[in-house]
């Protein structure tokens, strides 16, 4: 059964980055053509997609958050990880790491981990 | 790329059936057969509950249906139980390569 599990940090003071991390167990990160996903969800609020890396490599974010974000791969450890940069109390949130089975088919999802921003 | 437009809220009886619309636009729900629909209880993940517009994963109860005509898609639950009341989100693959969320449906059991 695969399993997704974020970590990081849960407190970050604005202007600087978050960077979370998403192990994935019970599969091969590299196997099945798959992508993996970054989704969030300020509290209280609905869900918010952040951007995906296919297993080629190649990356794809949302518009509005695509100045500030990078998602990349660590194949050897079998996990993948997000960075947002220059962050404000709006990216406050709930971050979900998820498996895309093709077009938006989230089939596994971590179980969230809260970031706050604040100083 | 704007949110999908879901209602913020809808409710029935027990063994009552609802749907919940999602509406978008030809570039996101209109252009793919890529609707996707989830079930959220509060304080847990999202859990995949409709994909590919219509298919329901395995152990998904086969209460939960999907559609689409046009720009909109639409989820119904039939037979409505207490364990239903939750969030639901819809989403969609859009011609940017990107993906976008509805911005959700609180299902409320009387």
């Known amino acids: 059964q695969l399993q997704l599990q974020e970590s990081g940090s849960g407190l970050v003071k604005p202007s600087q980055t978050l960077s979370l991390t998403c192990a994935v167990s019970g599969g091969s990160i590299s196997s099945g053509g798959y992508s993996w996903s970054w989704i969030r969800q300020p509290p209280g609020k609905g869900l918010e997609w952040i951007g995906y890396i296919y297993h080629s490599g190649s990356t794809y974010y949302n518009p509005s958050l695509k100045s500030r974000v990078t998602i990349s791969v660590d194949r050897s450890k079998n996990q993948f990880s997000l960075k947002l940069s220059s962050v404000t109390a709006a990216d406050t949130a709930v971050y979900y790491c998820a498996r895309d089975d093709g077009g938006g088919l989230y089939d596994y999802w971590g179980q969230g981990t809260l970031v706050t921003v604040s100083s | 790329q704007s949110a999908l437009t879901q209602p913020a809220s809808v409710s029935g009886s027990p063994g009552q059936s609802i749907t919940i619309s999602c509406t978008g636009t030809s570039s996101d729900v209109g252009g793919y057969n890529y609707v996707s629909w989830y079930q959220q209880h509060p304080g847990k993940a999202p859990k995949l509950m409709i994909y590919?517009?219509?298919n329901r994963p395995s152990g998904v109860p086969d209460r939960f249906s999907g559609s689409k005509s046009g720009n909109t898609a639409s989820l119904t639950i039939s037979g409505l139980q207490a364990e239903d009341e939750a969030d639901y989100y819809c989403s969609s693959y859009t011609s940017s390569s990107t993906v976008v969320f509805g911005g959700g449906t609180k299902l409320t059991v009387l």
């Open positions: 590919e517009v219509s």
